[in-house]
C-alpha cells in the first residue's frame, strides 16, 4: 500500500471519528434547547393579572399559566453532508406543539409579542458551541 493510500484511510477513519463525535453532541445539544426553553419558559410574569394568573409583560417571554407550552415540544436533528468533503452539517432544531406559539412569538392585532425564540437560543448557544469546539 502506498503512503498516499494510507494517509487517505487515515483521513478517512478520522472525518468518520469526528462525525461520531459530533453526532453524539448533538443529542446533548438537544437536550440543552430542550432544558434552556423549559427554564425560559419557567419565569413568572409581570405584566396583568387574570384571576390568580400573571400574565407576561409585552416584548417577556410568555409567563407560564397551564404548563402547556413548556412541556409540548418536538426535537429534530438533521445531519446532512456539507458539501465541501465528508463532514456533516448538523442542524438542531425544537419547536413547539402548541397551535398558539406562533401567536405568543409574533404577537396579533390585539397582543403585543411575547418573544421565546431569541431568549431561548441566545441562552443556549453558548454551552452548545462548547460541545462542539471540544470535538
Do not use: C
Not at 417571554?61 to 429534530?76: E, F, H, I, T, V
Not at 437560543?121 to 471540544?134: M, Q, S, V, W
Amino acid at each position: 500500500m502506498s503512503a498516499a493510500q494510507e494517509l487517505e484511510i487515515a483521513v478517512t477513519e478520522l472525518v468518520l471519528s469526528i462525525n461520531q463525535a459530533a453526532l453524539s453532541a448533538s443529542e446533548r445539544g438537544l437536550n440543552i434547547l430542550r432544558n434552556t426553553a423549559m427554564e425560559v419558559l419557567s419565569h413568572d410574569g409581570t405584566g396583568r393579572v387574570y384571576g390568580r394568573h400573571v400574565a407576561s409583560a409585552p416584548g417577556q417571554p410568555p409567563a407560564p399559566d397551564k404548563g402547556n407550552l413548556r412541556r409540548n415540544w418536538s426535537q429534530r436533528k438533521l445531519a446532512v453532508p456539507n458539501g465541501s468533503g465528508r463532514g456533516l452539517r448538523i442542524t438542531l432544531e425544537i419547536k413547539s406543539k402548541m397551535f398558539y406559539y406562533q401567536f405568543l412569538e409574533h404577537g396579533t392585532r390585539k397582543m403585543a409579542r411575547r418573544p421565546m425564540k431569541e431568549p431561548i437560543e441566545n441562552k443556549a448557544r453558548p454551552p452548545i458551541a462548547a460541545l462542539f469546539a471540544g470535538i
